[in-house]
Nanobody, 125 residues
Framework: QVQLVESGGGLVQPGGSLRLSCAAR????????IGWFRQAPGKEREGISC???????YYADSMKGRFTISRDNAVNTVYLQMNNLKPEDTAVYYC???????????????????WGDGTQVTVSS
């Protein structure tokens, strides 16, 4: 069974950091581009970043400089390092397999074939 499992979310103070993990089960994650997107209550889904199969990364402009995507194919996991978190970063964060990951545009607008159940990130003092 193909499955993506997000973890690493939680409650963090403004200015803090979190590292989210996206673990693949049932398939070799290294054969796919993987991306992250988020959704806050009452808001539309927002693309964050994606990483292609050779490790080239793309980001939404608003995420550049604070968020870093990486992958470790040896452990079948993609990460999202988030620094200097702000209250507006509060959302459920999802990882998934985007239909395309060739540009910053794809990081924002790509449609996803598969995604996990998400992990909650709450930024609050």
């Amino acid at each position: 069974q193909v499955q993506l499992v997000e973890s690493g979310g939680g409650l963090v103070q403004p200015g803090g950091s979190l590292r989210l993990s996206c673990a693949a089960r049932g398939f070799a994650l290294g054969s796919y581009a993987i991306g992250w997107f988020r959704q806050a209550p009452g808001k539309e889904r927002e693309g964050i970043s994606c990483i292609d199969i050779i490790g080239i990364t793309y980001y939404a402009d608003s995420m550049k400089g604070r968020f870093t995507i990486s992958r470790d194919n040896a452990v079948n996991t993609v990460y999202l390092q988030m620094n200097n978190l702000k209250p507006e970063d509060t959302a459920v964060y999802y990882c998934g397999a985007p239909q395309s990951c060739y540009s910053d545009y794809d990081a924002v607008y790509a449609k996803y074939n598969y995604w996990g159940d998400g992990t909650q990130v709450t930024v609050s003092s």
